[in-house]
């Protein structure tokens, strides 16, 4: 069964770069929704969408922007990018549509950022 | 505000041992469900169990298991016999409202390493 995609797997940037991570849902999924993990650390929540609209905001700064496009799939902004930036970043994602029977919320494995 | 506490930062068992996975959350909500996610080393969520507040009832599934008791908050894992693979750190997590689905709150995860 096809799971949620994230891209890239790896990425290395510099202090003040920007970065762009790209999160594909499950098909048919309707919601996406973003975590930031630092190391050591438990998930925290950043943001969510729901058919292309945000639908939850967390602890996510403002040098950081994402969006929901047509296809659903999501993309998560970073600019002047900072060490303490330096994380794993997940994506997960669901449906509203079938809330009785969907009872799983699908990670995908993640993007590892460092910020040298 | 909702806050999930797993006290165990660390567990180490010898195979086949049984070990019990503390969790306590915090929700003025009625309506909530709990979540059991599994990293292993390689970084990913797995996804093990999603429970809803009105099912008290204990789930097994194969060597794992659940307590889920609303009178003291808490929804515990156990694992039966466990194995060199079962090492991972294990996430507990929360999310409030009718949705299932709205952000997940993390406890700070319990490594468990279990040794040939």
């Known amino acids: 069964a096809a799971g949620v995609i994230q891209s890239p797997r790896h990425l290395i940037k510099e202090k003040r770069e920007t970065a762009t991570l790209k999160c594909y849902p499950i098909?048919?999924?309707?919601?996406v929704y973003w975590y930031q993990q630092g190391p050591g650390q438990d998930p925290q929540f950043l943001i969510s969408?729901?058919?292309?609209?945000?639908?939850d905001k967390g602890s996510i700064p403002d040098r950081f922007s994402a969006q929901q496009f047509s296809d659903y799939h999501s993309e998560l902004n970073m600019s002047s990018l900072e060490l303490g930036d330096s994380a794993l970043y997940f994506c997960?994602?669901?449906?509203?549509?079938?809330?009785?029977?969907?009872?799983?919320?699908?990670f995908g494995s993640g993007t590892q950022l460092s910020v040298l | 505000a909702q806050k999930v506490t797993q006290a165990q930062t660390e567990i180490s068992v010898v195979e086949k041992e049984d070990v019990t996975l503390d969790c306590v959350y915090e929700?003025?909500?009625?309506?909530?469900?709990l979540f059991w996610y599994k990293q292993p080393p390689s970084g990913e969520l797995v996804f093990l169990i999603r429970?809803?507040?009105?099912?008290?009832q204990n789930e097994i599934s194969g060597r794992y298991s659940w307590n889920f008791q609303k009178s003291t908050s808490s929804f515990n894992f156990t694992i039966t016999a466990s194995q060199v693979v079962d090492s991972a750190v294990y996430f507990c997590?929360?999310?409030?409202?009718?949705?299932?689905?709205?952000?997940?709150?993390f406890g700070k995860g319990t490594m468990l390493l279990v040794s040939p």
């Open positions: 098909p048919r999924h309707d919601t």
């Open positions: 997590a929360l999310s409030e409202g009718n949705s299932g689905y709205s952000t997940l709150t």
């Open positions: 929700t003025r909500d009625t309506t909530y469900y």
């Open positions: 969408f729901y058919e292309k609209m945000q639908s």
């Open positions: 997960a994602s669901s449906t509203r549509q079938n809330q009785a029977t969907n009872e799983k919320l699908f």
């Open positions: 429970r809803n507040s009105f099912d008290e």
